[in-house]
Each structure stands twice: as structure tokens, then as C-alpha cells.
């Protein structure tokens, strides 16, 4: 006896239901389970945990903050790259700060809740962090000596062609000092709170300065990655904590270096990447070679 075509393909739909969710609802998960019990692959499967002491401190594919109470760097660790994840290095929070090269005007309100750092001005205030904590020369192109964006709003008669009417540092306020004492000939004021400067006319231009071309602070020390959770840094930004990490734990640069090397990992299959630095492993590596005191 044959089925109704209607039953028939409702017989039929069933049965793929089951088919599937045998297949990936099972099957599938459980496949993966045992690939990840393999030998090789259950660290990893586990979440790449390390712990000291024996109790679990981290993961080696999740970054974190070496800072203190009060969010400054504690000296005798290796210091990570910045993070926009949450209020840093939260798993539960991956995210970029979505700001890029036009973010050049920081938003300067009356009440501080209300003001914001543009990228250019996060980028200039931790280089110059950095080059005071390393002893390192700080600055970048584009940048005040005051760790600002260097931009100008400039203000010309007649639209965009005309005589220079008026100058504002758009990203300094008082009791600051203009970065540029004059423009063409005007000079230089200090922003206004709650000003905007783009409405009222002004054409905004960065000032490059005097900084060299390749800053000693590296790109990754002042930048965040794309998921705020990069546990790496660049060969050259460890280079430049070296000697820190070393006069606080009392011990030879060339000692440090040298754990320095063996936590550099190479670039992927050889050519993919770049190399880079695991600053929990290493801090670990540090801990528990050249302890402080």
C-alpha cells in the first residue's frame, strides 16, 4: 500500500531529522571531543591554562594587565599592549575601540564625563607614557610634547583660500601651552570646552613636528588589537622593557634577554605573521628564574 504523497514527504523529512541530528547533534561533538583528547591537542582544547604555585594564573591565549591598584605598571614585569576589551584584557567584553585614522579631534566638554580622547590623542599620551617609563624617547609624529594630538583648527576669511583669521590647538585647553606659538602669522590659541570647532568653520590640520620617523616607542605599546585580547608583544617593544625589568630585580640584562628569547615565538609555517612575545609565559619565566629579591 503506498502512502499519500503528502505523508510520504513528511515520512521523509523525519527521517533526515533523525539522520542529521545523529550525524552533527552526536556524532560530530563527539568527534571533536576525542580530536581534542589527542595527544598535542588537549592543552589546547583546555583553554591553554599556566598556573604557578599551583593555582591556574591565566591563559597563554588571553593577554592581562600587569598594573596595580591604581592602574600604573608594576616595574619588574613586562608590560602588555594596550586593550579596549572592557576596562582591559575582559574576555567577556572582546571588542575594538572601532576608532581609526580620522579620529584625530579628541571632544572636549565642560564636564570631564562628557569629553573623549581621539585615537591620535590615545596613541601620543601612551607613547609619551611609555618613553617615561622605559626612558626611551616618547615621541611620535603628530604629537605635543604634552602627549596630545598636534592639530590645528585654522580659520581663514572668504571660506578655505583666504588670510588666516584665527588658529585654535583643537585637542589643548588650559593651563595647557599651545604646542604652536604661531600660524602663518596668527597666533596659536588653546580650545574651548564644548566648542566645535568643524561647525564653526574651522579647517582642521595636523601638524607633523619634529618627532623622528621611526619612533623608538613600537606601534603595538600604543595600540590595541583588533580584539583587545592579544597576549603578545612585538620582539622590540620587550627590547625597550629590558632594562627596566632587569634593574628592578636586581639582576643582568643579558639574563633577562634571554628568557626574552626563549618566549619568542617565530613567524607561522615560517613566513605567516610576525614574531612575537607571550608577556604572561615570559612574566612567569621571570618569576621563576630571576624571582625579585
Request: glycine share 12%.
Amino acid at each position: 500500500m503506498r502512502l499519500p504523497t503528502w505523508l510520504s514527504a513528511h515520512v521523509a523529512a523525519l527521517r533526515a531529522l533523525l539522520v542529521f541530528t545523529v550525524l552533527l547533534g552526536l556524532a560530530y561533538p563527539l568527534a571533536l571531543v576525542g580530536a581534542g583528547r589527542l595527544p598535542g591537542l588537549r592543552d589546547r582544547a583546555d583553554g591553554s591554562l599556566l598556573t604557578a604555585d599551583g593555582r591556574t594564573v591565566g591563559s597563554a591565549l588571553i593577554g592581562q594587565a600587569f598594573t596595580d591598584a591604581d592602574g600604573e605598571p608594576v616595574s619588574r614585569y613586562f608590560q602588555s599592549r594596550p586593550s579596549a576589551a572592557g576596562a582591559g584584557y575582559d574576555p567577556t567584553a572582546t571588542a575594538a575601540s572601532n576608532l581609526g585614522p580620522e579620529s584625530v579631534l579628541d571632544t572636549l566638554a565642560a564636564d570631564p564625563q562628557g569629553s573623549g580622547r581621539s585615537l591620535l590623542s590615545q596613541v601620543c599620551a601612551r607613547s609619551r607614557a611609555v618613553g617615561e617609563l622605559e626612558g626611551v624617547d616618547g615621541r611620535r609624529p603628530y604629537c605635543t610634547d604634552d602627549g596630545v594630538g598636534a592639530v590645528l583648527a585654522v580659520f581663514r576669511a572668504g571660506g578655505l583660500t583666504g588670510p588666516v583669521t584665527r588658529v585654535v590647538s583643537a585637542n589643548q585647553i588650559a593651563p595647557a601651552t599651545p604646542f604652536l606659538a604661531t600660524y602663518e602669522g596668527v597666533a596659536v590659541e588653546l580650545a574651548r570646552p564644548g566648542e566645535d570647532l568643524v561647525a564653526a568653520g574651522g579647517l582642521i590640520v595636523p601638524v607633523r613636528g619634529a618627532a623622528p620617523d621611526l619612533p623608538a616607542v613600537p606601534a603595538d605599546a600604543v595600540t590595541a588589537s583588533g580584539s583587545g585580547l592579544d597576549p603578545h608583544i612585538s620582539p622590540a617593544y620587550a627590547d625597550i622593557q629590558v632594562a627596566r625589568v632587569a634593574r628592578e630585580r636586581g639582576v643582568a640584562p643579558a639574563a633577562v634577554r634571554r628568557l626574552v628569547a626563549e618566549h619568542t615565538r617565530g613567524r607561522a609555517l615560517g613566513f605567516l605573521g610576525a614574531p612575537a612575545v607571550n608577556v604572561l609565559e615570559l612574566n612567569l619565566a621571570l618569576d621563576e628564574a630571576l624571582p625579585v629579591g
